[in-house]
C-alpha cells in the first residue's frame, strides 16, 4: 500500500491534467499572475493581492513621435573622484547638471571641466551651472565685478567643450538663493539696481545673459531654474514668473529653454504647473513655446532617486505632457549617476536602477498614449511605452505601487503581430537590507549583474487583437519591463534554471494546460513526501556566497519550507510565505544565501514543512556589502567622503568604548574570511579587538594606507585587512572595537573559507 496523500497534493494531481477556467484565461490574451513579489533576505513578502487590479492602458493606435526621455539625467552624476566610467554613463544618461567650471580649473570632481573629456563620445550632454561659481550655500554675493570676471572666464572655458554641452543656466534657484534678507550683500549693493528682490534677480538675469552672449552668441541658455515653481501652493510664484518673462522679453534675454526644479514628492507637480499655469502665460504674453528642461527633479524621502519604482512615476508624467528633459536632484552622492551605482572592490557597478535606467535608454521607436485607472493619484502605479515598427515590438516600462496591476495593451493585431506574441517580462530589483540600522531604501540597491528575468512564453491575442498583462504583487521599489514581440523561443538567461527540467524524486511535474503562468515549459509539484525533492545543476564562476532567487507557489494558510542541500552539505532551508493560490493562479519569490564551489554544484530543495510549488531557481554571486555606516555605531561617527552627501563611513572609533558591530547572514556554520575595507592614515600598523555574537574571536590589523577617508581621493586610499572567524547558520554579530593605534571602516564582506 502506497503512503496517503495529502489534501494538497490531491487536489494539485487533480489539476495536472488541465484546468478549465485557465484555458479560458489563455483564449482570452490573459496572462494571470505574470509577476510576483519578492520575499526571504532582501525584503518582507507582500500583503496579499487586492481583488480589483489598477490597470494601465496602453494604446499602440495613439503614437506621438520618438520618445524624449526625460527624466534620464542626473544633478552631479558624473564625477573624477569617484571616477564615474563613462560607458555607465551613456547607458542610462541624457542629461547632467554640473557645476560650471572657471576657465582651467578642474579642482572640483564634479565640474564641468573635470568631466567633459570623459563624456565626449556619448550621448551625454550636459548643462553648465553658473551660480555655483559664486560658493556658499546660500550662495555667496561677493558684487557685480567679482560675477562678471566669473562669467567671463567659464564662457571661455565653455569653448572647449561645446560638443558635450546641452546648455548653461545663468542662475540657479534664484527665486530665493541669492540673500532675500534686507541687509543681506546681495540686496544692499547699490550696483544691483531694483526696488525688490525679484527685480535684482531680473536685472542680474538680463545682464548675465548679455554678458554671455559678448563672449559667445550661440550657446542655449535656460531659465529662470527656480526651486520653486507650483503656482497653486503660493500667490508670489506666477507673478514671479510673469515678471521674468516680461523682463526677459523686453531686453531681448529670453532663454532658449525655460527650466525650474520640482522638489516635492508628487510626480503631478510638472504637469500642473506646465500646461495650466506656465504655457498659458507664454501664449498671454506672445511668447513662442519654449522646451521645457526641469534642471532638478524629485523628493529627497528617502525613496526616490536611483529607485525604479519611484523614478518611472516622475517619466511617465514627463512623456505625458511633452517634458524636454529632466535631471534628478541628487540626496545622495555625486558620481554615482543618480544613485544607480555602488562602490565594489571592483570599481563602480551598477545596482537595478541603473539597469531600469538603461532599458529607457535603449527604448527605439515611437512613444505610446499611457493612461492610468485614476490620473489624480500621481503616487500610484504608472509607466511609459513605445512601439518600435523596425522590431515590430512593444515595449512599456512599469512600476510604482504595491498589489496587482493589469497593463491592457491595445491594437496589436493593427501592427501586424499575432495571433500569437512572445511576452517577456524582466524585473530590475531594487534590493533592501533587512540587517541594516537604516533601512531607507536610497541607503541600499545592491550592485546587480543584470536584471531578472521572470517570464518568457508565446500567448495568443484575444479575439479583439489585444492583449492584458497582469502584474500581481508588484513591489512598489522595483521596476518592470514587458517586452511583446512576434511569436519567438524563450530566450537563454544565465544563472535561471527551470524546475522541470531538474532531476526529480517523487513530485508531480506540471506541463499542461495549467501552466501558463510558469517562466518556462511548467513547474514541479507534489513535494510532499518525506523523499520528494528537486535537483538542480548549478554553475558558479567562482566559489563565494550565492543569492538563489526561487519562485514558487504556497497555496496553504501557512508558511512552507524545503530544505537547502549543496552537493551532500546541508545549508539551512528556504521558506515560503502563503501566496493565496497554487502555481496555476499565482507566485511569489522567496531568497536564500547559498555557498557554492568553484564549476558544477548540485543544489536540491528537499520536502520540509507544509506544501510548495517550483517554477524556476534564479543562482548568482552575493554582491551585498554589509557596509559600516549602516551597522550599529557606539561611541564614534558616521562620517561622508569628501564632497558628498550620503554617510559613507565610519571615523572617530578612538576611545575604549568605540565599536562598530555588523549585523551578517552566514549561509551554514563553519570557516569565513571576513574581508574588512579601512583606512588607517597613520604610519604603523592599526588593530580592533573582534568579538563574534558576544565572544571574543581575537584580532584583526590594519596596515598603514598612507591617508585617511576624509581625504580627497574617498575611498580610493581604502586598504583590506581579512581576519578568520567561526559563524553560524543564520545571523552573526561581528563586533569590531577600538584596539590599537586607529583605523577607519567602510565595509564588510564574507567568502567561505
Known sequence: ??????????????????????????????????????????????????????????????????????????????????????????????????????????????????????????GVKMVGRYNDLMGGWPYVWKGVDDWMGKVDSATRS????????????????????????????????????????????????????????????????????????????????????????????????????????????????????????????????????????????????????????????????????GVDSAAMGVYTNPGLLGNTLRRTSGGLKPNGGWYFMNWFRQMRGSQLAVSRWDTRHYQGSDAVASWDSASRSVTVL???????????????????????????????????????????????????????????????????????????????????????????????????????????????????????????????????????????AVDAEKAGIHLMRVRYANGTTSTASHTVRVGSEAQGSVTYPATGGWANTTMSTSVVRIALRAGRNTVTLARGTGYAELDFIDVRPDTHRYE???ATVTDAGIRHFQWNEFPDYVGGIDRPTSSVEFAVDAPRAGSYLVDVGYANGQSGTAGHQVTVNGAAAGTIAYPSTGAWLSGPRQDGVAGTATVLLTLKEGVNRIRLAKGEGYAELDWLALRPA
Not at 66 to 79: N, P, Q, Y
Not at 104 to 119: F, M
Not at 412 to 430: E, F, N, S, T
Request: no cysteine; charged share 25%.
Open 158 to 321: 565653455i569653448q572647449k567643450y561645446k560638443d558635450v554641452l546641452s546648455a548653461v543656466a545663468p542662475l540657479n534657484e534664484p527665486d530665493n538663493k541669492l540673500g532675500t534678507q534686507a541687509d543681506s550683500p546681495f540686496m544692499t549693493d547699490p550696483r544691483v539696481p531694483g526696488a525688490t528682490y525679484d527685480a535684482k534677480v531680473n536685472w542680474l538675469w538680463t545682464e548675465t545673459v548679455r554678458r554671455i552672449r559678448t563672449i559667445d552668441g550661440s550657446v542655449r541658455i535656460m531659465g529662470p531654474n527656480y526651486e520653486h515653481y507650483n503656482p497653486w501652493e503660493s500667490a508670489d510664484r506666477q507673478p514671479r514668473m510673469r515678471g521674468f518673462l516680461v523682463n526677459a522679453r523686453n531686453t531681448g534675454t529670453l532663454p532658449d529653454i525655460i527650466g525650474w526644479h520640482s522638489l516635492g514628492p508628487s510626480p503631478g507637480d510638472v504637469p500642473e504647473s506646465l500646461t495650466r499655469y506656465y504655457r498659458p502665460l507664454e501664449k498671454e504674453l506672445g511668447i513662442a513655446p519654449r522646451p521645457v528642461m526641469i534642471e532638478e527633479y524629485g523628493p529627497g524621502n528617502g525613496e526616490f532617486e536611483g529607485v525604479p519604482g519611484t523614478m518611472i512615476k516622475h517619466w511617465a508624467e514627463f512623456a505625458r505632457y
Open 1 to 122: 500500500m502506497g503512503r496517503p496523500v495529502s489534501r494538497a497534493t490531491e487536489h494539485r494531481r487533480r489539476r495536472a491534467a488541465g484546468s478549465p477556467a485557465l484555458s479560458a484565461l489563455l483564449v482570452t490574451g490573459v496572462l494571470a499572475g505574470a509577476l510576483i513579489s519578492t520575499g526571504g533576505p532582501d525584503r518582507a513578502a507582500a500583503a496579499p493581492a487586492a481583488a480589483s487590479p489598477e490597470v494601465i492602458t496602453v494604446d499602440t493606435g495613439q503614437q506621438s513621435g520618438a520618445l524624449k526621455k526625460a527624466g534620464l539625467g542626473t544633478l552631479f552624476g558624473v564625477t573624477s573622484t569617484p571616477d564615474t566610467p563613462a560607458a555607465l554613463a551613456d547607458g542610462t544618461q541624457v542629461l547632467l547638471a554640473q557645476h560650471q567650471s572657471l576657465d582651467g580649473d578642474t579642482s572640483y570632481p564634479s565640474s564641468t571641466e573635470s568631466v567633459a573629456a570623459k563624456l565626449r563620445g556619448t
Open 398 to 536: 512599469a512600476g510604482g505601487d504595491d498589489g496587482d496591476i493589469d497593463i491592457r495593451v491595445l491594437g496589436l493585431a493593427a501592427r501586424g503581430l499575432g495571433p500569437q506574441v512572445r511576452v517577456r517580462i524582466d524585473d530590475a530589483r531594487w534590493t533592501t537590507d533587512p540587517l541594516a540600522t537604516d533601512r531607507r531604501p536610497d541607503r541600499a540597491g545592491d550592485p546587480q549583474t543584470g536584471a531578472y528575468n521572470m517570464y518568457d512564453k508565446v500567448l495568443p491575442l484575444d479575439a479583439g487583437g489585444d492583449l492584458t498583462v497582469p502584474v500581481r504583487r508588484m513591489e512598489r521599489l522595483d521596476g518592470y519591463r514587458i517586452v511583446i514581440e512576434p511569436a519567438a523561443p524563450a530566450g537563454v538567461y544565465p544563472g535561471k534554471y527551470e524546475a522541470e527540467d531538474a532531476v526529480q524524486s517523487d513530485t508531480v511535474p506540471h506541463t499542461g494546460s495549467d501552466t501558463a503562468l510558469a517562466s518556462g515549459r511548467g513547474y514541479v509539484g507534489g513535494i510532499d513526501g518525506p523523499g520528494s525533492s528537486v535537483t538542480f
Open 628 to 630: 559600516a555606516e549602516l
